[in-house]
């Protein structure tokens, strides 16, 4: 029997992730907020698409020591596979699970009286104590205590045993933009509520996120938690102010994919499901094996546009689940098998998150999970 050779075989749809950007950027925000400020590396949504625990490595490696993810799994996930330093855990837990923040030396945030009790009563029960960090809803408009609720809730933790208060967060709704008038009243809020806890709280606060940390160093606190920065966006959708060059934040991400198959057609004919768009000259189409499956979604029917040897090519009629077509009619020599970027830089071209978060009437981070978290990943230097 002749025995045949193991084939790797991978999809035409890559999404790459440069480690040197995420640091460069991590040194960036940690150079912003100065030495006696934390940086929390938000690495939730698999770090936003660009690989949970490769995105952790990464950081940590430029000297990140505190994390933050959404849900208990990923903390867990997150220690077992190495990662020291804090983890933080946004979003809650079940009663049962309490035992897990010690099992795991995790920071749990709470934001309920379940919360505490659970934690209290494991840490009573194992001899141990814990910090909590407690959320506040100052403005939000979502997760976290209400201003008047926070006092008593102070009293009830300082009276349980084996639990205390190690910090207070808050999170801001629009420090996206930096004239903002929300920003102000929200940290006043938040400042006011510290402040008349007096002696009762000793612990740290930390309300900024990349927006805030950006656009309002004055709120940067004891910590700032940065996510979208980290990854090399800026949260107003804009490539960052003038003038700075050198610490321009440096996007992590691309994704690729190629040409599968050529075609020239007369003009009048429909093209795609639907026929959204018919040609209106003779024309070369371009087929590429990608679609809404791999979270190019179908709102970039007919408005976005891919790299094709350095050119912009536009996409024609609806985007597939697995197909899209682009017109290449202006670019010369395309082949078949030729590199296109949907999401990077080609010769002096690039096309940005931001860029097709426009065309899909979106926000950067929807882009890079929906690109980062249904394609395979690689990690490059
Ligand atoms: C995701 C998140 C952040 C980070 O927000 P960016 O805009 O990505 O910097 C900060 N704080 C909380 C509570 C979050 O959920």
């Known amino acids: 029997m002749v025995k045949m050779q193991e084939m790797k075989i991978s999809s035409r749809n890559q999404v790459s ?10 040194r960036c925000i940690r150079e912003r907020v100065g030495e006696g400020v934390e940086v929390m590396a938000m690495v939730k949504g698999d770090g936003y698409g660009h690989g949970m625990l490769q995105s952790a490595v990464a950081f940590a490696e430029a000297g990140c020591r505190t994390f933050g993810v959404a849900e208990l799994v990923e903390a867990v996930s997150l220690r077992q596979s190495g990662i020291t330093g804090a983890i933080f855990v946004m979003l809650g837990f079940e009663p049962d699970e309490a035992r897990l ?62 639990i205390s208060l190690a910090g207070i967060m808050a999170h801001f709704p629009e420090a996206d933009n930096r004239n903002s008038v ?48 980290l990854y090399g966006y800026y949260p107003d959708g804009t490539r960052g102010p003038e003038g700075e060059q050198e610490r321009r934040l440096m996007s ?56 094709i040897r350095g050119q912009r090519a536009p996409i024609r009629g609806r985007v597939c689940m697995n197909l899209c077509l682009v017109d290449v009619t202006d670019i010369a020599g395309v082949q078949a098998g030729d590199e296109v970027m949907l999401l990077g830089k080609q010769g002096s071209e690039s096309i940005t998150a931001d860029e097709i978060a426009g065309w899909m009437q979106t926000i950067s981070y929807e882009v890079l999970c929906l690109f980062g978290n249904n394609n395979s990943r690689t990690h490059t230097e």
Request: proline letters at 5%.
């Open 17 to 26: 992730v440069s480690r040197m950007a995420l640091q460069h950027n991590f």
């Open 101 to 162: 923040f010690f099992d795991y030396d995790l920071t749990p945030i709470v934001f309920c009286e379940q919360d505490i009790e659970a934690l209290s009563g494991v840490a009573v029960q194992r001899g141990r104590e814990i910090g909590v960090h407690l959320k506040v809803d100052c403005g939000m408009g979502r997760l976290g205590l209400l201003p008047a609720e926070v006092p008593g809730f102070v009293d009830r933790i300082v009276a349980l045993p084996g």
């Open 182 to 229: 929300s920003s102000h009243t929200v940290f006043a809020t938040y400042e006011r509520l510290c402040h008349d806890l007096g002696e009762r709280f000793q612990g740290i606060r930390h309300i900024a996120n990349s927006g805030a940390t950006l656009h309002f160093p004055e709120m940067t606190c004891d910590m700032v938690r940065a996510g979208i920065a």
């Open 252 to 307: 992590a991400m691309t994704f690729t994919t190629q040409v599968i198959q050529l075609k020239d057609l007369p003009a009048g004919s429909g093209i795609s499901y639907g026929h959204t768009f018919t040609t209106d000259r003779p024309t070369r189409i371009a087929a590429l094996p990608v679609g809404y499956e791999d979270g190019y979604l179908r709102d970039l029917s007919n408005r976005g546009a891919v790299l």
